[in-house]
């Protein structure tokens, strides 16, 4: 997100002022290598085919990106992009002329949103989005949005890895959402881009740019090539139900169908997450568990607080079974859970 920035653009420029009593030899042009014409004539049949369904979005004194979804003048992007704003003005690639939006519905818990245009134009192009199973390590991919507010700008890498969990800094619209399965990339993803599309090089959406890594030793600067997308199957299917229903009614998400709050030890370090209360008939209530239980474990790892729980709950769907590890009056216990939705 962008409230508002300023390019500094140096030219380099220089002249000859010498002189010489020989002349310079021809100069020879060697042809580019096959290979590179033919990645070249790639890149840009892709982005000749992807970029006009990618839009730049305007929210209030910030600017994001989006996807067209469908030719009716959805648009989905991500929830923090909009924030808590209800009203948008959208720039098509293909225009200067700002078009009216108005928010269908938002879903923070998995940072995506979908906003209509007003008056939607002929010709709007929808994207295609990939099957994410088959999204894999070291395919090429195209970032494309509006980084720092240049619309319509596109850099290149690669997928670096799949399946990465992670937690959201909070901010208006996004109350720090944990997500699993995300694509990872080296292709720079900047402010701006948010919500913009990653693309393969078949001309399909594999998922939404979303954030980047921050690097600690650099004072929380950016982690330059390391770049988050959320999956195609998530945006098409939490996008589907805000269109249909305003509302996501299957987050694809697991849960355990329980609230929690941190628990101190007796040194008052975090040492788990202590269940308030279980959802009736819920994962957690079938399997025994209850209110004033601490859970400490999730198979293999250590629940420590309640975002531990939830990161640990995100690289898992709905129906997979987990070995629960609780305290209940100073005693370990295990129990075995079937995940439920969110």
Same mark, same amino acid.
């Given at each position: 997100?962008?409230?508002?920035?300023?390019?500094?653009?140096? !030219?380099?420029?220089?002249?000859?002022?010498?002189?010489?009593?020989?002349?310079?030899?021809?100069?020879?042009?060697?042809?580019?290598?096959?290979?590179?014409?033919?990645?070249?004539?790639?890149?840009?049949?892709?982005?000749?085919?992807?970029?006009?369904?990618?839009?730049?979005?305007?929210? !209030?004194?910030?600017?994001?990106?989006?996807?067209?979804?469908?030719?009716?003048?959805?648009?989905?992007?991500?929830?923090?992009?909009?924030?808590?704003?209800?009203?948008?003005?959208?720039?098509?690639?293909?225009?200067?002329?700002?078009?009216?939006?108005?928010?269908?519905?938002?879903?923070?818990?998995?940072?995506?949103?979908?906003?209509?245009?007003?008056?939607?134009?002929?010709?709007?192009?929808?994207?295609?989005?990939?099957?994410?199973?088959?999204?894999?390590?070291?395919?090429?991919?195209?970032?494309?949005?509006?980084?720092?507010?240049?619309?319509?700008?596109?850099?290149?890498?690669?997928?670096?890895?799949?399946?990465?969990?992670?937690?959201?800094?909070?901010?208006?619209?996004?109350?720090?959402?944990?997500?699993?399965?995300?694509?990872?990339?080296?292709?720079?993803?900047?402010?701006?881009?948010?919500?913009?599309?990653?693309?393969?090089?078949?001309?399909?959406?594999?998922?939404?740019?979303?954030? /980047?890594?921050?690097?600690?030793?650099? !004072?929380?600067?950016?982690?330059?090539?390391?770049?988050?997308?959320?999956?195609?199957?998530?945006?098409?299917?939490?996008?589907t139900q805000l269109i249909k229903d305003g509302k996501v009614t299957n987050s694809g998400?697991?849960?355990?169908g329980v609230t929690v709050r941190p628990f101190f030890d007796a040194n008052f370090q975090?040492?788990?997450?202590?269940?308030?209360?279980?959802?009736?008939?819920?994962?957690?209530?079938?399997?025994?568990?209850?209110?004033?239980?601490?859970?400490?474990?999730?198979?293999?790892?250590?629940?420590?607080?309640?975002?531990?729980? /939830?990161?640990?709950?995100?690289?898992?769907?709905?129906?997979?079974?987990?070995?629960?590890?609780?305290?209940?009056?100073?005693?370990?216990?295990?129990?075995?859970?079937?995940?439920?939705?969110?």
């Amino acid at each position: 997100m962008l409230a508002a920035a300023a390019l500094l653009i140096s !030219g380099c420029s220089g002249s000859d002022k010498g002189s010489s009593s020989s002349a310079a030899p021809a100069a020879t042009t060697a042809p580019a290598p096959s290979t590179n014409s033919q990645l070249e004539q790639e890149y840009q049949q892709v982005i000749s085919q992807v970029l006009p369904s990618v839009v730049q979005i305007t929210a !209030g004194d910030s600017l994001g990106s989006g996807i067209v979804f469908d030719d009716k003048g959805d648009i989905v992007t991500n929830a923090h992009v909009i924030g808590t704003a209800q009203s948008f003005t959208v720039t098509l690639a293909n225009s200067t002329k700002p078009l009216d939006a108005t928010l269908v519905g938002s879903y923070p818990q998995s940072d995506l949103a979908v906003i209509r245009l007003s008056s939607p134009p002929n010709g709007l192009k929808p994207a295609t989005f990939a099957d994410s199973s088959k999204v894999a390590v070291g395919q090429v991919t195209l970032a494309m949005g509006s980084p720092l507010g240049l619309s319509s700008s596109v850099t290149e890498g690669i997928v670096s890895a799949v399946g990465r969990t992670v937690t959201e800094p909070q901010s208006p619209g996004s109350p720090g959402a944990t997500i699993g399965n995300m694509v990872q990339t080296s292709a720079a993803i900047n402010p701006g881009n948010s919500g913009g599309a990653l693309v393969n090089l078949s001309s399909q959406v594999i998922g939404i740019n979303t954030l /980047t890594a921050v690097d600690p030793e650099l !004072g929380g600067s950016a982690a330059p090539g390391i770049g988050f997308a959320i999956p195609a199957v998530t945006v098409n299917s939490i996008a589907t139900q805000l269109i249909k229903d305003g509302k996501v009614t299957n987050s694809g998400r697991a849960g355990l169908g329980v609230t929690v709050r941190p628990f101190f030890d007796a040194n008052f370090q975090p040492a788990g997450a202590a269940i308030v209360s279980v959802t009736s008939g819920g994962p957690a209530a079938s399997a025994g568990l209850q209110a004033g239980d601490v859970i400490t474990k999730v198979n293999d790892t250590t629940i420590t607080s309640p975002s531990v729980l /939830t990161s640990a709950l995100a690289s898992f769907s709905p129906g997979d079974k987990v070995t629960v590890g609780y305290q209940r009056d100073g005693k370990n216990q295990t129990a075995d859970v079937t995940l439920g939705s969110l």
